[in-house]
């Protein structure tokens, strides 16, 4: 294995850690690989430890490149200036490098797939539809898409705003001013990538409706997507194992779903 660290995506910002494979065509013939950038939950206020290695090591060890996100997170209090874009701009910083790197990374630059949890799912879920928006475009010069993910993956994700949204994650991001922009269900397109979501009934936290309804806009905008609800567990169970100190089988079930998922959307061999 190969780690890199990447101290700071923006003047602003952002860290990230790669996890990568090493070429391994004298034995037999992989040619390039997937990558995966995990962003972890917290609410835009903190980033949550059992999100970040724990899934990057689960995809590494199918054979994906993978990638963790640590954007720029905190608490929002009356006159401070919230988070804004600044969160998508780091993960766009981090995507736009993946695929510069490609070469000297052993990464397939046309197989990026982002993965998200709660807050990081909301980033995730960003990455897929704000991409083409005006600021970044501003911010990268930007010209081919090139921080546009290929492949989504939300879990327990934040999508919406008012009755549904999660309150203190959209706080975080816009303050006290108008939230809109990060009802994310309105700005999905038939240009938004295939998208895998996963939920439960009984999140307490991120209502259900936040995954049901992005499924719902890919559905009206003809985006391939492949989505689970699981009737049972809380909010923040990552890979239903004991990260959580709690064994959820059923629920972790959506691990290797969303591998075989991957694997079928980008041609690439996996061991189940």
Same mark, same amino acid.
């Given at each position: 294995?190969?780690?890199? /660290?990447?101290? *700071?995506?923006?003047?602003?910002?952002?860290?990230?850690?790669?996890?990568?494979?090493?070429?391994?065509?004298?034995? !037999?013939?992989?040619?390039?690989?997937?990558?995966?950038? !995990?962003?972890?939950?917290?609410?835009?206020?903190?980033?949550? +430890?059992?999100?970040?290695?724990?899934?990057?090591?689960?995809?590494?060890?199918?054979?994906?490149?993978?990638?963790?996100?640590?954007?720029?997170?905190?608490?929002?209090?009356?006159?401070?200036?919230?988070?804004?874009? /600044?969160?998508?701009?780091?993960?766009?910083?981090?995507? !736009?490098?993946?695929?510069?790197?490609?070469?000297?990374?052993?990464?397939?630059?046309? *197989?990026?797939?982002?993965?998200?949890?709660?807050?990081?799912?909301?980033?995730?879920?960003?990455?897929?539809?704000?991409?083409?928006?005006?600021?970044?475009?501003?911010?990268?010069?930007?010209?081919?898409?090139?921080?546009?993910?290929?492949?989504?993956?939300?879990?327990?994700?934040?999508?919406?705003?008012?009755?549904? +949204?999660?309150?203190?994650?959209?706080?975080?991001?816009?303050?006290?001013?108008?939230?809109?922009?990060?009802?994310?269900?309105?700005? !999905?397109?038939?240009?938004?990538?295939?998208?895998?979501?996963?939920?439960?009934?009984?999140?307490?936290?991120?209502?259900?409706?936040?995954?049901?309804?992005?499924? /719902?806009?890919?559905?009206?905008? +003809?985006?391939?997507?492949?989505?689970?609800?699981?009737?049972?567990?809380?909010?923040?169970?990552?890979?239903?194992?004991?990260?959580?100190?709690?064994?959820?089988?059923?629920?972790?079930?959506?691990?290797?779903?969303?591998?075989?998922?991957?694997?079928?959307?980008?041609?690439?061999?996996?061991?189940?």
């Amino acid at each position: 294995m190969r780690v890199i /660290q990447i101290a *700071q995506l923006t003047p602003l910002g952002g860290k990230m850690t790669a996890y990568l494979h090493e070429p391994d065509d004298d034995y !037999i013939f992989r040619g390039k690989r997937p990558a995966i950038l !995990i962003m972890p939950g917290g609410g835009y206020r903190k980033l949550a +430890g059992r999100e970040k290695d724990p899934v990057a090591f689960e995809y590494f060890a199918e054979g994906f490149n993978t990638f963790v996100l640590e954007y720029s997170v905190q608490e929002y209090a009356p006159g401070l200036k919230p988070l804004g874009l /600044q969160p998508l701009k780091e993960a766009s910083a981090a995507l !736009i490098l993946i695929r510069k790197n490609g070469l000297d990374w052993n990464t397939n630059p046309n *197989q990026v797939a982002v993965l998200g949890f709660s807050a990081g799912g909301h980033l995730a879920a960003s990455c897929a539809t704000l991409w083409n928006c005006s600021e970044l475009k501003k911010e990268f010069n930007i010209m081919n898409g090139s921080n546009r993910p290929d492949a989504v993956i939300l879990c327990y994700a934040v999508t919406l705003t008012g009755e549904f +949204g999660h309150q203190d994650s959209l706080r975080n991001l816009a303050g006290e001013g108008d939230d809109s922009l990060y009802n994310l269900v309105n700005h !999905i397109d038939s240009h938004t990538p295939p998208t895998f979501l996963w939920t439960t009934v009984e999140d307490e936290l991120v209502p259900v409706e936040n995954t049901l309804m992005f499924a /719902q806009g890919l559905q009206k905008n +003809g985006v391939s997507y492949e989505l689970h609800i699981y009737p049972h567990g809380r909010h923040g169970l990552t890979l239903g194992k004991m990260e959580t100190n709690e064994d959820h089988p059923h629920l972790a079930t959506w691990v290797n779903l969303s591998k075989m998922w991957l694997s079928e959307l980008f041609e690439f061999k996996i061991s189940r």
